[in-house]
């Protein structure tokens, strides 16, 4: 009974969400086809209360059947701690190859629980970021109550990110080149390594220690975006949707894979640390946010330096300017460009 009510209960909520998805492309700015619907009709075993018990914080008895009859079975588990003083909900068992996952989401007590939508009818201002694969890993931007952009703010690490990317990825391949074994010649080396599943790949520890490194960045700047937004007296964070641009980070004028993108999660986080806060962060399509000025909305063109000849198509170029004479940081534009683009869609409807 509790099974079948977990089962029904994903299977509403899946349905809803592809029903949410499809309202908001048929009523949004740019219509578009049907989304694709979900890749993977199975959901992992929700617990409901009465399923487990003697929930602690080194195990939890789990109602289990055995093929023949149920059984209370006792399993140890290890992770992260608790935050205090919150809520445990019910926990999902996930199951991916080999590991065992219990998934347990936690319910806290956020003091401003106002929703965006209602922020955004009382006009308070907001912050805008864009994000980058550049040396500004984020720049973020604050968006007035009347719609000026103020108050540029950039993160920067990307460099050091990179650099010490490289210097592990350096180790990968002398260890590959190193070793005399023929068979292992016809391995991937360098980026091509970073399209065989993590568990596969030679030197697997030099991978973990870059998906470590990679979120001890994205943690980082994460929370320099949610102490920025406090400070500025934000209390609603627009980031970019980067859903539909995913294939874009595949691009090579990025020079990077999608694992290399540490956008996404950024993004997560802030989410998290933002709702930790009492604040709220959504995300929000780019329209032409890295295409046009946001001074005048004439297409821009990018370089890097003065010596070069600033071309549209420059895609990692820093620096922009319009034919307008207008200049500046490509990023800063972009984040300034969301944030406008925000503001026109939901401010000045609800003003
Ligand atoms: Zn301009």
Redesign the pocket.
Known sequence: MYFRRAAINAAISMYRSYVGKLKARQEGPIKSGKPSPPKRLHMSMLYYKGMYKDFDEKSILLKLYTGKTWAWVKHRYTGRPFPENAELMSPTIVIKKKKVMLHIPVKEIVEDSRTAKERVQQNEKFVAVALTGSDSLAVCTTIEADGRATAPYFIKGGKELAHRRKLLLGYIKRGIAGNDSPRLMTQPVGNAVLSVPQEHRPNKKYYDKITRITDHYAHAVSRKIVDYALKQGAKLIVLPELKESFNQAKKSYLGKTPYDFIGRRIVRYVQYKAWQQGLVAMTSKPYYASTR?Y??D?PIAKHNTEYQNPSPNFYGGKNFI?K?G?RGSTALNSARNLGKGFYERFYAGAA
């Open positions: 000025c001074h005048c004439a319009c307008e207008h």
